[in-house]
């Protein structure tokens, strides 16, 4: 009796989902199930389930990555077939346990084939991906060990009939990676101890023989948050690691990858500790601002101000800097503005030769020529301002080289172009093509 309640109540559940209350059961893009299967063909799934964890359980859901469903389907090891892949906690007394259930199809009939149980709380992440090159993709699971502050990673291979735990290691962020460039990927750990300001990364190898530490490196020790990693190439097409981090005074990024079998991290200054070339405001992340391919980090530079009796507010200019694995080359600089949400890439001409005068309560951005051997300020060139759209409208802003850049539902960007820097070529589409309006 109780096992058809409890069968009746998953049967509900399902149809809640389809009724889009959220992904009950899903697979990754590729094996997606249309709704109609839904019912039929993962009720099956859902009674094996029930069957194999043998009394109450609660459904858990990864928090991170790209499966986000408590019951995964995917062919890892590609015999046409989808394993299903279940989360769930049961409770004895206070201890939670989580379990990670995998039911496979023999000839049609839905079996579990193996589980694997650890004491944590949740689940951070989910990944597969063929570690030891034999053709079939490992399952990664980051367990939530004490919620987010301390999470530990399995890797496990599937057999006939069990699961293999090949790793279980302490992380705060993981990623797999091919940085040796031998066709098989690895396992990249970050782990952060803010409190003792020991901040670090490892890689693993995988083989059928075991798994190797690779090597290791010590990250910034001032990061109090650190982002995601990014798999990505240097700019000479290396295989690299980026990773953005937050400290006390701004944020850096760090990039890492092998050089002769050592994971290195060249940006990185051992004596001070911590991370400085790539130092800037917290707002800016790595972006592939210039669409060339190759990721570029974020540098600040001091502008000159252009001090008025009202406004005097210091700006700093940010230049997009690709990185070979020795040195920052700057691909473009621009001027960005948080608050109105563009940025305005400026001209190599104007590259040093510029001073700028900042007025965020009136929304404004005024470009004048500077002179770097005095210091001193000349001619306005041109300005960009937010202003409302109705008030643009309706005539309010309009003026003798004043146009309209772009705009949005609430905000019309205009800007002005002086008589200098029109007569030495700056023209409004020049300006259209170099004004971007920033995508959060």
Known sequence: MLKNLLCAAITVLMLSCLCGCGNFFAADTAELLSPPELSGELAPIAEEITKTAGGQYTFKYPSRGDY??????????????????????????????????????????????????????GVDRLEFCDLDGDGEEEILVGWEIYGTSEM???????????????????????????????????VLLVKTNSAEQQNSAAIYSFTAEGVTELSSCLLDGTAKTVSEPIVAELSTGKPAIYIDEIKGVGAVTEVLFLEKGSLVNPLFQPDAG????????????????????????????????????????????????????????????????????????????????????????NRLREIYRYNASDMTVGDKLF?????????????????????????????????????TAALEGLTLEEIKSDFKLRVE
Not at 164 to 179: K, N, P, V
Not at 349 to 360: C, P, S
């Open 68 to 121: 986000r469903s408590a019951v995964v389907q995917k062919d890892i090891d590609n015999d046409g077939i989808s394993e299903a892949f279940a989360f769930y906690a049961t409770a004895e007394g206070e201890t939670m346990t989580m379990n990670i259930n995998v039911i496979r199809s023999y000839d049609g009939e839905w079996k579990s084939a193996a589980v694997q149980s650890i004491v944590a709380g």
């Open 152 to 186: 530990q990673i399995a890797v496990y291979s599937l057999g006939e009939n069990a699961l293999t735990q090949r790793m279980l290691q302490r992380y705060t962020h993981f990623a797999t990676c091919d940085l040796d460039e031998d066709g098989k990927n690895e």
């Open 274 to 361: 911590e991370t400085l070339a790539t130092l800037r405001s917290v707002s800016f992340s790595i972006s592939d601002i210039n669409g060339d391919g190759i990721i570029e980090i974020p540098v600040q530079e001091s502008v000159p101000s252009v001090l008025t009796s009202e406004v005097n507010e210091k700006l700093y200019l940010t230049n997009w800097c690709s990185f070979n694995g020795e040195s920052l080359t700057n691909q473009m600089t621009t001027m960005i503005n948080v608050n109105d949400g563009y940025y305005y890439t400026l001209p190599a001409r104007w590259v040093g030769n510029i001073a700028i005068l900042k007025d965020t309560e």
């Open 383 to 419: 300005y960009i301002k937010a202003v409302d759209i109705e008030a643009w409208k309706a005539g309010e802003y309009s003026g003798e080289g004043v146009s309209e850049i772009t705009r949005n539902d609430e905000t019309a960007f205009i800007c002005y172009i002086s008589k």
